[in-house]
């Protein structure tokens, strides 16, 4: 399983996924709860915690900035697991979208072309006929983008048993 945060400094959004990509629970949500999720949840050998890390790109920064890198510490720390791995924004650009110029807009047209199986427009379908991303919004995308780089780096050099 893993565990893929795109923090935030209020809200930060979450995605667990299965070893098949499969996404098992997701939401955008207070910080504060999600730290309570990660105090609670029991952590087994194989998985993973990962995080979007802040990236400096030589542009002056905000208090919203240091709000985001304390609370991705917090989640850090708070995950029980020897399995902790920060990626930073760049490195799913390039997996994804093989451009750092790629946007937010770029990177959920490739996950939609990746897993989406009959809407290729949205990749959600209708509550009817959901397809992969049922339910997906705003940055949960974003964080679903960190967990697939996540795997696809780390099945490239096997650190992860599937």
Not at 18 to 32: A, D, L, M, R, V
Not at 47 to 58: F, N, P, R, T
């Amino acid at each position: 399983m893993i565990i893929a945060i795109d923090p935030g400094t209020t809200l930060s959004a979450y995605v667990m996924l299965s070893n098949n990509f499969i996404p098992i629970e997701f939401g955008k949500i207070p910080n504060e709860e999600l730290l309570d999720i990660l105090y609670k949840y029991t952590f087994v050998e194989n998985d993973h915690l990962v995080i979007e890390m802040i990236s400096c790109y030589g542009a002056n920064v905000g208090e919203t900035i240091f709000e985001t890198v304390f609370w991705i510490g917090r989640f850090y720390e708070a995950c029980d697991c020897k399995n902790k791995i920060r990626i930073k924004r760049k490195e799913v650009k390039m997996n994804l979208c093989h451009s750092m110029r790629a946007k937010d807009g770029d990177i959920r047209k490739a996950l939609i072309s990746r897993f989406a199986k009959h809407d290729f427009k949205n990749g959600k379908g209708t509550i009817n006929n959901k397809d992969w991303f049922f339910g997906f919004k705003a940055d949960i995308w974003q964080s679903y983008a960190l967990g697939v780089t996540f795997f696809d780096t780390s099945m490239k050099s096997n650190k992860i048993d599937s």
